[in-house]
């Protein structure tokens, strides 16, 4: 299964979800890139809104300084994961 697709056309991820008929528990994956359009952010938080909890993985800024650095100085109109809160 492919969750992230880098092609000509741009960058894309796939939403998933992990059921059990059995059960009504459901566990949606929504995988990221580090840098995107503010609407792919915007969406996910959408959807990451619907969900009763949020799991999430990260590392401190202070870990990544090369990426902090990277972000401030963008010419494009992409924005960095480490941007502020945009919904």
Known sequence: M???ES???GL???VFTLARLATPLRFVVFPMVHVAEP???RQVAERAGEC???VAEGAPAGCTPAQEWM???R???LVDDRA???V
């Open 52 to 54: 009763d909890l949020i």
């Open 39 to 41: 609407d792919f952010y």
């Open 75 to 77: 010419w494009d109109h």
């Open 2 to 4: 492919q969750y992230v």
């Open 84 to 86: 502020p809160r945009l």
């Open 71 to 73: 972000s401030r100085i």
């Open 7 to 9: 092609s000509v056309i």
């Open 12 to 14: 894309r991820s796939a």
